[in-house]
């Protein structure tokens, strides 16, 4: 089939041939045509990488009326990158279309310049949810003739707590429009805003849902926690060529790794919250450049990014829920290609391997993290590639040659090549010449720590890796409530809140519990091990301008026996001194499951919305045994 056949206006199809589109993929082939249709609601589940925007861009580009005053288009995406690269797009599909216009808002830039554009036209608006509420609330954006809505990655959109916001823009628009959702996996919440918003949806789906993209190799090493590092470097000296993204779990860890990798010799760059609009436009330009070679980002920063060509996707840590795997993997194997995600684990986490793989309905390798003498071999061949490879420039050469020639003539061809291989490859002989084996297996590791007489320790890691998994909410002495010093007369509702917490210190929506915002304070529950975490890195961030100021809250029983406000009186013995030591969960060198928590939490989510709490959303693919 080609993009003629789909039913497509000429001048789109004209900017399509200068793209130059072959053919279009499975999910252009079925959501296209049916998109173009006077009533269309739509649900999309594909990876990303599969031609998701055009599956969407394409038709609404084609459908934009000649009313260059409304705006008639409504893309809603989760984070700035995606915003950027969508709006990117639509202007190429409307490159000869004069009568459409496409304008991007999202956070961390100047809003009056956003109202400005708008102001000028704007037919169609690629937003993030947070922006978009703002502007709707300055009354600088008016939906009312709205025709098409495109939710983009809605079950990220979810799992960054945006479902308030949402359902909040959601009611601007007018009761008849089409409505096209696009998600990579279909948690319940999703399905939800489908019920509620849609009718008689067409359904697409590339493959099962939630499944993964089919050309993805993916392979877990097991090693031991404080070697986990060491592997990383190894995985990536085993594979020369690589351009890939790193993954870590908060970011500290993020910014940690990248810079050992960096002092290390590699060309890494950083990509996290605490980077402003500036900074990360800089490093995503280098590192689609290719100038930056290996990306280490959290899932949040690095949500919307859509670069060609990424060799591997290398999971130092997984997250905390399983479709949070599903956009890391998707970053390789784009358009067609193949890829390989790659994870790092310890002992303790084999059950969260098994846990993707139900829910991804795919197939995990368990790899061996190389040798010394493997590495050092492929580093020697992709030298001697990259030296025979070389283009020789004779003019610019010319000059030089008689002295070069001079400075060698005592040495013998052999020699000389020697020489100049052992330049770059010394260090790789250097480094590795006392390297050990770092693969480890459960009977390997007993068999360890029985040489160092350490059963005790082995005891107490099995009753520590049963608490682990217990349920979030067993009982509230497992929780420990927050106090946070702004409310709804700064603009905070819960969502905003949800999305607070989980940002800065690198939790997920599935690790915190009830949520009430006040006029001018809130309170939050979040489980006893987040604490630290809690207070360290949410403590001094700002929100909307806020300074936020969090405090622990006194026992439950402490407060009522106050017969007072139950909530006024906060803890005020903690050490001060200890929100300066290490993040819990934030190094990467301990037990994530002991120290972040997280995993399997759910129950908490739904009890506390039954309360009244949060209408946050749930994480139903998180690690715990229930899936």
């Known amino acids: 089939m080609t993009f003629s056949e789909l039913g497509l206006r000429e001048e789109v199809l004209q900017s399509i041939n200068d793209l130059g589109f072959e053919a279009p993929t499975p999910i252009q082939q079925s959501a296209i045509p049916h998109l173009l249709k006077s009533d269309s609601d739509l649900v999309g589940l594909a990876q990303t990488g599969t031609g998701k925007t055009a599956a969407f861009g394409l038709p609404l580009v084609n459908n934009i009326q000649d009313q260059y005053d ?67 609330q300055r009354r600088a954006v008016k939906l009312q003739d709205v025709r098409f809505v495109v939710l983009d990655e809605a079950d990220e959109m979810l799992n960054m707590g945006f479902k308030e916001d949402i359902d909040s823009i959601l009611d601007q628009t007018p009761d008849e429009k089409n ?103 800089n490093v995503m330009k280098r590192f689609r450049e290719r100038t930056v070679q290996l990306l280490v980002a959290t899932d949040v920063a690095a949500r919307g990014i859509d670069v060609d060509n990424i060799t591997h996707v290398i999971n130092y840590q997984l997250p905390d829920d399983i479709e949070n795997y599903t956009h890391r993997s998707g970053r390789t194997a784009r358009a067609g290609k193949k890829g390989e995600s790659l994870v790092l684990i310890n002992l303790k986490e084999h059950y969260k391997i098994k846990a993707i793989e139900r829910q991804m309905r795919t197939n995990f390798t368990l790899g061996v993290v190389p040798s010394a003498n493997e590495i050092c071999a492929i580093q020697l061949a992709s ?93 509230d002495s497992n929780r420990t409530r927050f106090f946070v010093s702004i409310g709804k007369r700064d603009g905070l509702n819960p969502g ?35 604490t630290e975490a809690i207070l360290k890195a949410v ?16 026992k439950k029983a402490e407060r009522r026996s106050g017969g007072g406000d139950r909530d006024r009186g906060f803890s005020g013995s903690r050490d001060r001194n200890d929100r300066g030591g290490e993040r819990r969960g934030g190094s990467g060198f301990g037990d994530r499951n002991r120290d972040g928590g997280g995993f399997g939490s759910r129950n908490g989510g739904d009890r506390d919305r039954e309360r009244g709490g949060s209408s946050r959303p749930r994480s139903r693919n998180s690690y715990g045994r229930n899936n």
């Open 496 to 530: 905003g809140l949800l999305r607070l917490i989980c940002d800065e210190a690198g939790l997920t929506s599935s690790s915190v519990g009830k949520i009430d915002v006040m006029p001018s304070f809130s309170f939050f529950e979040a489980d006893n091990s987040h």
């Open 70 to 136: 409304l705006t008639q288009g409504l893309v809603i995406c989760p984070t700035r990158e995606l915003c950027l690269q969508i709006s990117k797009d639509l202007e190429n599909y409307a490159k000869y279309d004069r009568k459409t216009a496409v304008v991007a808002v999202y956070g961390g830039t100047d809003i009056r310049r956003q109202i400005t554009q708008i102001k000028q036209g704007a037919t169609i608006i690629v937003a993030t949810p947070g922006r978009l509420v703002d502007l709707i």
């Open 383 to 475: 030298l001697i590639n990259k030296v025979k490879d070389t283009e020789v420039k004779e003019k610019d050469i010319e000059e030089f040659l008689p002295k070069i020639m001079s400075d060698f003539e005592h040495l013998s061809k052999e020699e000389v090549i020697k020489k100049f291989i052992s330049v770059e490859f010394n260090r790789f002989v250097e480094y590795y010449s006392k390297a050990q084996d770092l693969n480890v297996s459960e009977s390997r590791d007993r068999r360890d720590r029985g040489e160092r007489s350490e059963r005790g320790d082995r005891d107490r890691d099995r009753e520590r890796g049963g608490e682990r998994r217990e349920r979030f909410d067993r009982d």
């Open 539 to 554: 403590n001094g961030a700002n929100y909307e301008g806020n300074r936020v100021s969090v405090e622990i809250t006194k």
């Open 179 to 281: 409505v096209w959702l696009f998600s990579a996996t279909m948690p319940k919440e999703v399905a939800d805003i489908a019920k509620n918003y849609m009718t008689n949806p067409l359904e697409v789906s590339i493959g099962h849902k939630n499944q993964g993209n089919v050309n993805i190799e993916h392979i877990y090493y097991t090693v031991r926690e404080k070697d986990r590092y060491a592997a990383l470097k190894r995985l990536i000296d085993v594979n020369p060529e690589i351009f890939g993204l790193v993954f870590c779990r908060t970011r500290h860890e993020t910014q940690h790794v990248a810079e050992n990798l960096s002092k290390d010799g590699y060309n890494a760059e950083p990509l996290h919250g605490d980077l402003s609009q500036a900074q990360r436009d």
